[in-house]
């Protein structure tokens, strides 16, 4: 796990057993949640889930990384070209 502040949310996914394909069965705050969820659903043998971990970013954040990854550019550019 990371150690970021940001905001996590959980996703809990069922994986199809005879094709693979995927259903989002839902998105949580907490892996409490999440883990209450998966007590109520009805396994069967051979059931397969996934879980997922995100982090929350704003507008602002990505605008700074960006930003900061557009400098990193030009200083290596400019290296370059020296």
Known sequence: MSCSTEPK????????SFDGTTIVLG???T???LATRLVRLH???GDEYHVECFNLSTLEKEKSFA????KVRSEGEELEAA
């Open 67 to 70: 930003e900061a990854a557009q």
């Open 31 to 33: 892996i409490e949640a």
């Open 43 to 45: 396994h069967g043998c």
């Open 9 to 16: 949310y959980w996703t809990l996914v069922s994986i199809d």
């Open 27 to 29: 998105v949580f705050d």
